[in-house]
């Protein structure tokens, strides 16, 4: 039970400065990267008019995932914004079910994804938010409804990358240790199959969604 | 000196217990009780779907009662588990580990009888999308719970990571800071989720087929109501990992102990109005849903604006863990 929290790393020095890698999360990442690629494979192999399973597969979750970029978006932002979300969710929800594999671990386990993941959205969003209103009405947002609540405003901002990554970091890290706690304490008897249905498969679901949706709600609110 | 140390740790062990299932039990009794009122209340205007009702409060009550299965762990951990004996900090962590389950399962517990409560309802409204709706509010009422799953989490940590090796001096002060943050800022969070998913049940009893966009609107609404207790968790890991050099002045610690307090209670209320914002959007795109791109925007401004009094409270929790 001592390894709670502990994680293996590489430390490279660089001119002075040490550079930090941690090892397995690069590799599940790498893993998922791998899944990715051989199912982007697979749904196209054999393209045709009358679509086989895995092309069935590939169309409907690309058109479920524009349906739900224009509801928040409109079409012309979906188009551009459309296979980012998609891109977002599949990446997700590999990385949450890969922990139900014996051996492997959630590379979101590690608050360095999900953080990453969350300063990307944030920096879309702004992009989208500048893009579409011009940079004079992006800054005079901050200003509003008082010139002084301005530094309230950019902290409400930066604490949203906060909440976007801790939530989808604490909720998978959570599942795990819950995990590891109870296999500990069952001598993995029963308990942690239904343990990793419930916060692999689930939760792991449900936060790759809701993560997915708020980056798109927050270049939403910022376009409109 | 050695018994009087395990003297204190194991009364700490027994006090972390006791609020651990105390106030465990408070959340859970009172949303269950809410799911079981809807479901007579429902079996009485629909008799001939008592059977199916039932089964949906029965599912919908163990999933309620999940919170308080969590504080009971926690309090048999606490009581049975042999813990090794370096200094007083071990106590203050099981003593804090209690505190922050005990209230983290409050909220979840109220908030997740909610969407049982409504799912009966809807059930004896509109029968024949009982499966939707239960679908519904396992969803609804599984994303409650993750206030309380903040909670264990933080609460396992203190069990079981080993502070041997650092001060006393204002550890003690932080690791019962790290316990009330999230325990405290999980209330408002629990609850508020719960209203979120117990509109979107009653919303799709009304209008079933505009389920997806429902169950979208709910979890991004209970997504933003949960970021108080995002909050409340990232002052404690905070105040969990940063290592307080060593001082015998009391100020110092509690400085640490009032900045989890400090967020502790600023998340509450934050984590209900969000949720009531959540509420109201969801129960609207039911009835309204060609507008619910517009709903979610000004459901999510209206969280931003409600969430701000959260976000003083984080800023000065880490002023106080940082500064002072």
Not at chain 2, 81 to 87: A, E, I, K
Not at chain 2, 271 to 287: L, Q, T, Y
Not at chain 2, 298 to 307: D, E, P, R, W, Y
Request: with cysteine; aromatic share 10%; glycine share 12%.
């Amino acid at each position: 039970m001592g390894d709670l929290g502990k994680i293996h790393q590489l430390i490279i020095p660089f001119f002075g400065h040490d550079i930090t890698l941690n090892l397995e999360v690069i590799l599940m990442t790498w893993i998922v990267f791998a899944i990715l690629f051989a199912l982007g494979f697979l749904t196209v192999r054999k393209k045709g008019l009358y679509p086989k399973a895995m092309q069935m597969f590939g169309e409907f979750y690309v058109g479920q995932f524009y349906g739900l970029t224009e509801d928040a978006l409109d079409r012309k932002m979906a188009k551009t914004y459309g296979p980012l979300i998609c891109a977002l969710f599949m990446f997700l929800v590999l990385s949450n079910w890969l922990g139900i594999l014996p051996h492997l671990e959630e590379p979101t386990k590690d608050l360095n994804t999900p953080l990453s993941l969350g300063i990307m959205g944030f920096f879309i969003a702004h992009y989208a938010g500048i893009r579409s209103k011009g940079f004079k009405a992006y800054v005079s947002e901050y200003f509003q409804p008082m010139f002084f609540m301005m530094p309230l405003n950019v902290i409400g901002e930066l604490a949203k990358i906060v909440s976007i990554s801790f939530r989808l970091f604490g909720n998978i890290m959570g599942g795990s240790i819950i995990i590891l706690v109870v296999s500990h304490l069952t001598y993995s008897f029963v308990l942690p199959p239904i343990l990793n249905a419930f916060f692999g498969l689930f939760v792991g679901t449900i936060q790759a969604f809701v993560f997915t949706m708020l980056t798109v709600v927050y270049i939403s609110v910022q376009v409109k | 000196m050695d018994t009087d140390v395990q003297t204190i740790i194991r009364g700490a062990a027994f006090l972390g217990a006791a609020m651990s299932m105390g106030l465990g039990a408070v959340g859970a009794a009172i949303g269950e009780g809410y799911t079981a009122a809807q479901a007579n209340d429902a079996v009485s205007r629909k008799p001939e779907a008592s059977g199916d009702i039932l089964k949906n409060m029965l599912v919908g009550q163990a999933v309620a009662e999940s919170a308080a299965i969590f504080a009971l762990v926690i309090a048999i951990l606490l009581l049975f588990l042999d813990v090794p004996v370096h200094n007083v900090l071990e106590g203050a962590a099981l003593l804090a580990a209690g505190l922050c389950m005990g209230a983290g399962a409050v909220g979840s517990g109220i908030g997740s009888g909610f969407p049982g409560g409504q799912a009966c309802q809807g059930i004896s409204r509109q029968p024949s999308v009982m499966s939707r709706l239960t679908t519904n509010m396992l969803i609804g009422s599984a994303v409650c719970q993750t206030p309380a799953i903040f909670s264990m989490v933080v609460a396992l940590m203190l069990i079981f990571m080993d502070f041997g090796s650092l001060p006393v001096g204002p550890t003690w002060a932080a690791l019962i800071g790290a316990g009330l943050s999230t325990g405290l800022a999980a209330i408002g969070s629990g609850y508020g989720g719960g209203l979120a998913a117990g509109a979107s049940c009653e919303g799709i009893s009304r209008q079933p087929e505009t389920v997806g966009n429902v169950t979208t609107v709910m979890l991004v609404g209970q997504a933003v109501a949960q970021t108080p207790s995002i909050f409340g968790l990232l002052v404690s890991f905070v105040l969990i990992f940063k290592a307080f050099p060593a001082s015998s002045m009391l100020h110092a610690a509690i400085a640490l102990l009032s900045a989890g307090l400090c967020m502790g209670f600023g998340g509450i209320g934050p984590g209900i109005g969000n949720g009531k914002a959540a509420e109201g959007a969801v129960r609207w795109v039911a009835r309204n849903v060609a507008f619910s791109g517009d709903l979610m925007r000004i459901m999510l401004v209206g969280q931003a604006v409600s969430q701000s009094t959260a976000i003083y409270a984080m800023v000065v929790a880490l002023v106080l863990i940082f500064v002072v």
